[in-house]
């Protein structure tokens, strides 16, 4: 068995997602609509969503941040991106991990985010 809480030498910290996926878009849109209740933007344009895996047999895992480790719905929002994941057609299992590597930014935020935000 191996550690899984180190990755292995020379692998990526964040996996690309499986973009070519038929569920891939609606995933996107499932994760859309789980908002940081202190920041009026939804997490996939904040740019927590690090890695969107899908499965040929339609199971998810997704990878995210938080925008800080003392963020007060830590331990809350991996359910409900869970419950939104799931939630979509054709999903079979879903599953979220809870990353702090590497660390949120700012500069992770899509443009939409920004212009939400008055950063534009």
Request: aromatic share 6%.
């Amino acid at each position: 068995m191996t550690d899984q809480s180190q990755p292995l030498e020379g692998a990526p910290l964040i996996k690309p997602s499986t973009t070519d996926h038929p569920l891939y878009d609606q995933i996107v849109e499932a994760c859309r609509s789980v908002y940081d209740p202190e920041i009026p933007v939804n997490i996939y344009d904040l740019g927590l969503v690090y890695t969107i895996e899908i499965s040929e047999a339609g199971e998810v895992h997704v990878i995210m941040t938080l925008t800080a480790p003392g963020c007060p719905v830590a331990g809350e929002m991996p359910g409900w991106v869970h419950d939104a994941v799931a939630a979509v057609p054709g999903v079979q299992l879903a599953d979220v991990e809870l990353t702090w590597d590497p660390q949120w930014g700012m500069d992770m935020m899509s443009d939409e985010a920004r212009l939400e935000l008055g950063f534009m």
